[in-house]
């Protein structure tokens, strides 16, 4: 009786190591599609990375669609991976779910705030080559990009005229803004370099009431700007007012 427990134990011991030795990867083949997802690779020459508040990250991210307000899937952008001038990140773990990738500017909370570039992930099979060249994604660029052209550049340049002779219009805007004395407020200058509360740009947009403008600029700040644009503003005149 003994002897035949004894076998029995022999043999589920060697079916055990049987298993084990199975399980071990050695009989998979060598090349495997990653169950994580897609990948993209992006590359190129980011021109102010460096211009950014900590309450901002530069970021590859992807989303599942166009209006998606947070990133399902990010990854910061640093110094740290620039190397001879030249980004070269790779975002991975991408999920059939998310159909864009995007070199965008994201807060804390990966709520998307402004993009610069991206690509169209959603017929993918592997790895996405996003080549952006060279790009400017300074905090000056992003308030350009995402309200000045957007909102204010239609009556301020890009017509005939400029509404009181202020050019918000790309290549203009800059030198128009930072440090000059308002023609309609006296004292105060309309981007005030360090102090976003006593710059003329931020109290009218923020529906303060201001001596010598009539104009009700209301219209111009959507829920949206409201609660990622005009923030960004904020943050850029008080971190310096930085072109670049």
């Known amino acids: 009786m003994r002897i035949k427990m004894c076998r029995k134990l022999l043999v589920a011991l060697s079916f055990s190591a049987a298993l084990i030795s199975c399980d071990d990867g050695r009989i998979y083949p060598e090349t495997v599609v990653s169950s994580e997802g897609k990948t993209v690779v992006l590359e190129g020459?980011?021109?102010?990375?460096?211009?950014?508040?900590?309450?901002?990250?530069?970021?590859i991210a992807g989303f599942e669609g166009a209006d998606d307000e947070y990133a399902?899937?990010?990854?910061?952008?640093?110094?740290?991976?620039?190397i001879d001038g030249k980004?070269?990140?790779?975002?991975s773990g991408?999920?059939?779910?998310?159909?864009?990738?995007?070199?965008?500017?994201?807060?804390?909370l990966r709520k998307h705030i402004v993009t610069f570039s991206e690509v169209d992930v959603s017929k993918a099979t592997e790895v996405v080559k996003m080549d952006v060249g060279t790009?400017?994604?300074?905090?000056?660029?992003?308030?350009?990009?995402?309200f000045f052209n957007t909102t204010c550049a239609n009556c301020h340049g890009a017509s005939n005229r400029a509404a009181a002779g202020?050019?918000?219009?790309?290549?203009?805007?800059?030198?128009?803004?930072?440090?000059?004395?308002?023609?309609?407020?006296?004292?105060?200058?309309?981007?005030?370099?360090?102090?976003?509360?006593?710059?003329?740009?931020?109290?009218?947009l923020n529906q303060q009431t201001v001596e010598g403008i009539s104009m009700d600029h209301r219209d111009l700040v959507s829920e949206k700007n409201e609660m990622t644009i005009l923030p960004?503003?904020?943050?850029?005149?008080?971190?310096?007012?930085?072109?670049?």
């Not at 994604?137 to 350009?144: D, E, L, Y």
């Open 232 to 244: 960004l503003i904020d943050s850029w005149i008080n971190n310096g007012a930085k072109e670049r």
């Open 45 to 59: 020459v980011l021109d102010g990375l460096d211009s950014w508040t900590s309450s901002y990250r530069v970021s």
């Open 94 to 108: 991408i999920k059939e779910n998310v159909t864009l990738v995007r070199l965008c500017i994201l807060d804390r």
């Open 87 to 91: 980004v070269n990140v790779e975002l």
């Open 166 to 204: 202020l050019y918000l219009t790309e290549g203009k805007s800059y030198e128009a803004l930072v440090d000059v004395d308002s023609k309609k407020v006296e004292g105060k200058k309309l981007v005030e370099t360090n102090n976003a509360n006593n710059s003329v740009l931020h109290m009218v």
């Open 72 to 82: 399902s899937v990010s990854k910061v952008i640093s110094g740290s991976d620039v």
């Open 135 to 146: 790009i400017d994604i300074s905090m000056f660029n992003a308030v350009q990009q995402a």
